[in-house]
């Protein structure tokens, strides 16, 4: 049985930070990309970050253009766990943070991912 647990959300003023942490268990994940998404009420699931193994046992990260710069995403192929270090966080970044796992290297795409962790709330307050 694979688990995905997050941890890590909370409330923050605006300009604030948070670090989240993701740890999968079950098998091991070390060639797997692993990635954070975000849902925010009324919109769709939207990619955040993530990283891949390239094959030269280093992990490579890819972001989106709307976190580039404040959130930074770290892997620990060893431990099946990935942290995302946001800064400088804003009111539009209040969402529901997942954190999942896919075979696919380097998908953005949500379909790709096959396992998921239950989500953990982000709420930036202005």
């Known amino acids: 049985q694979v688990d995905v647990v997050e941890s890590g959300g909370g409330v923050v003023q605006a300009g604030g930070s948070l670090r989240l942490s993701c740890v999968a268990s079950?098998?091991?994940?070390?060639?797997?990309?692993m990635g954070w998404f975000r849902q925010a009420p009324g919109k769709e699931r939207e990619f955040v970050a993530s990283t891949r193994w390239n094959g030269r046992n280093i992990y490579s990260a890819d972001y989106a253009e709307s976190i580039t710069g404040r959130f930074t995403i770290s892997r620990n192929g060893a431990k099946n766990s990935v942290d995302l270090q946001m800064n400088d966080l804003k009111s539009e970044d209040t969402a529901v943070y997942s954190c999942a796992l896919s075979s696919s290297a380097g998908s953005r795409n949500s379909n790709d991912y096959t396992f998921w962790g239950q989500g953990t709330q982000v709420t930036v307050s202005s």
């Open positions: 079950g098998r091991t994940f070390a060639t797997w990309t």
